[in-house]
C-alpha cells in the first residue's frame, strides 16, 4: 500500500466566518486527485458538519484528511469538553447549542447523524473534560 496523500487543517474555535474553509479545500484537493462527485459529496459534507461542531462545542481543534486510493480517512480532533452521552448526540435534533448560536442559524442538531450518513464507517472517542476524536472513512469506488 502507498503513503497516502494527507492534508492538514487548523479549525478556529472563534470564528464562524472560516468555519466549513477546511472542507472547501479538501472538496478542491479531492476534484484536482479526479474523485467522483458522489465521494467529494459525502466527503464535503461529513467535513463541514464536524468543522461546524468543533466551532460550536469545542473551541476549535484539526482536522486531518488521508486520501487513499481505495478511501478517504477523515479525523476531526478537539480539545472541548468531550460529549456526555453520544448516543443522544447521534439523536437527529438533539442539540447542546445555546440560543444565539441556534440565531446564527447553527446547532439545529444534525452535525452528528449527518456526518455518520455520509460516511461508511464513523468511531467517536469522547472524554469529559478532554476531548473528542471522531474517524471517518469515505470508500471510494464500492
Known sequence: MSAPLTYRYDIDGENFTSAGEASVKVKKALR???FSQDVIRRVSIAMYEGEI???I???GGFAEVSVY???IVIVLDDKGPGIPNV???MQAGYSTAPEQI???GFGAGMGLPNMKANT?????ETEIGVGTKITMTVKVGT
Open 57 to 59: 462545542h469545542a473551541n
Open 87 to 89: 448516543d443522544l448526540a
Open 102 to 104: 441556534r440565531s446564527l
Open 32 to 34: 484536482q486527485l479526479g
Open 69 to 71: 486510493p481505495d478511501r
Open 120 to 124: 461508511d464507517e464513523m468511531t467517536i
Open 53 to 55: 461542531n468543533m466551532v
